[in-house]
């Protein structure tokens, strides 16, 4: 199971654990807890949105913004980043 099928319904995590390797976040209503990987490589990216709410996006590869502290509120992003698909030549 992918780390995006778990956080689709999930609105709002707590974050409980912040190492080198990894963030541990825990869902305030099931207590069901998701490590999300510190490498660039690996899906999963927390990064603060426009309101400057920290947003998790379970399928994009990317970093953990380092200002993530234990008991911080990180949201799960419900609508796609990109709006169209790239373009290619032929």
Do not use: C, H, Y
Not at 5 to 23: G, L
Not at 39 to 49: C, K
């Amino acid at each position: 199971m992918r780390i995006s099928e778990i956080v689709q319904e999930q609105e709002e995590m707590e974050v409980r654990t912040v190492n080198p390797n990894e963030v541990v976040l825990r869902d305030r209503q099931s207590g069901i807890e998701k490590k999300i990987p510190k490498r660039p490589d690996q899906p999963g990216s927390i990064r603060r949105n426009e309101e400057g709410e920290f947003e998790l996006d379970a399928e994009e590869p990317g970093d953990i913004d380092d200002r993530v502290a234990i008991g911080d509120v990180v949201k799960t992003r419900t609508e796609p980043q990109r709006t169209t698909a790239p373009q290619g030549t032929v």
